[in-house]
């Protein structure tokens, strides 16, 4: 595939210094990693990666309501959780 087409895009100098560096480390160049992101798109027929905010599931919402109630009744009954176990329920999805 002949590569003739030219894109011309502004991106912010840190962020663009920091992406180089990183695939500098994965042994590409921006080109090439914009080629393959292009290639990932006609191949999904989408954006090949989830574009969204990450809401928080249902056991999650529990504990902070339960958090909330804590605190209204003087932290009666508190359940702690590992740092484990917490970040389990805030990125599990339901």
């Known amino acids: 595939m002949e590569k003739s087409a030219f894109i011309n895009v502004r991106v912010d100098a840190t962020v663009k210094k920091e992406v180089e560096s990183i695939l500098e480390f994965l042994g590409l160049n921006i080109s090439t990693a914009i080629n393959m992101y292009f290639m990932q ?46 970040e389990k329920l805030l990125f599990e999805d339901d």
């Open 41 to 86: 798109i006609l191949m999904h027929q989408s954006i090949p990666f989830e574009i969204g905010l990450k809401r928080p599931n249902k056991e999650l919402l529990a504990a902070i309501k339960e958090g909330e109630e804590m605190e209204k009744n003087g932290y009666k009954d508190v359940k702690l959780y590992s740092q484990e176990e917490f």
